[in-house]
């Protein structure tokens, strides 16, 4: 059990890797060439996401704050976030 809280633990504080850097910037500018701009991006508390979201917002030309939710790390992608947005018509999701 604790080798398993150190392997999340070194997932959690992993930096983006090469292919994550160079990949990011693409799909911010795809969004923006399908108008699919996010009205809001949120991210966990991993390391990689803020690098991740930061990069895709800039590409696509998001101007919002990019919201930090501690809980999103260890949801799985079924536990309700989109209900706690429904007045957002397009979230972009980091976990």
Do not use: C
Request: net charge positive; aromatic share 8%.
């Amino acid at each position: 059990m604790q080798n398993q809280a150190v392997s999340i633990q070194m997932d959690h504080d992993s930096p983006l890797n090469k292919r994550g850097k160079r990949d990011a910037p693409h799909i911010g500018e795809l969004l923006q060439n399908e108008h699919l701009v996010p009205d809001l991006i949120i991210r966990s508390t991993a390391k990689r996401t803020y690098s991740t979201a930061k990069a895709v917002a800039k590409a696509a030309g998001y101007e919002g704050d990019i919201a930090l939710n501690q809980s999103l790390y260890a949801a799985p992608p079924t536990a309700g976030l989109v209900r706690q947005y429904k007045s957002i018509n397009i979230i972009m999701y980091f976990w």
